[in-house]
């Protein structure tokens, strides 16, 4: 299975599977695992990634877990760097930062002091900053996600519901 979409109690979680290498733009209103190679932006209110995934991107998240590799930007409330994790040039913004013994890492960080200085992950404004509005248009109106897979599974198809998050069903990605 190289991505999946499940929900434990009231968050729902989207895992990319372990063979599978993904490149794009990923928003999800939920838990994302990451445990094969994701390349792009993405949007959560968690991310992990596990031992043996790699992330090679951006992160906006509410808590960004690191048990694998990670290079690129981070803006999270909470981050935490395991002890297995290897992060390499990598910017990280956020509230608190915990790191066990054991992990490697380079980074340049700024803690924001003030609370709520990191904006908490909403799901509309993720989606409207991945998917600008045109110029005429009244709105925001989703369109397919950008996400593909690039090695393992089978063809991916992703899109993004729209409407309240209520209404709103859970965003399927099946390999």
Excluded at 114 to 141: C, H, I, K, W
């Amino acid at each position: 299975m190289t991505s999946a979409t499940t929900t434990t109690g009231e968050l729902a979680v989207l895992r990319v599977g372990p063979h599978s290498k993904q490149r794009g733009d990923l928003v999800h209103d939920g838990l994302v695992l990451v445990e094969g190679t994701a390349v792009g932006r993405i949007h959560a209110r968690e991310v992990r990634v596990l031992s043996g995934g790699c992330v090679d991107g951006v992160i906006h998240a509410d808590v960004a877990k690191f048990m694998g590799s990670f290079r690129g930007s981070v803006r999270a409330v909470a981050v935490l760097i395991g002890a297995g994790s290897e992060i390499q040039d990598a910017d990280i913004i956020c509230e608190s930062m915990g790191m066990e013994i054991g992990a490697t890492f380079e980074i340049r960080s700024a803690r924001k002091l003030a609370p709520n200085a990191v904006p908490r992950f909403d799901y509309q404004t993720s989606m409207a900053r991945l998917n600008p509005a045109v110029p005429g248009q009244t709105g925001f109106e989703p369109r397919r996600a950008t996400l593909s897979v690039v090695e393992g599974g089978g063809r991916m198809q992703a899109e993004f519901p729209s409407g309240t998050a209520e209404a709103r069903p859970l965003a399927a990605l099946r390999g």
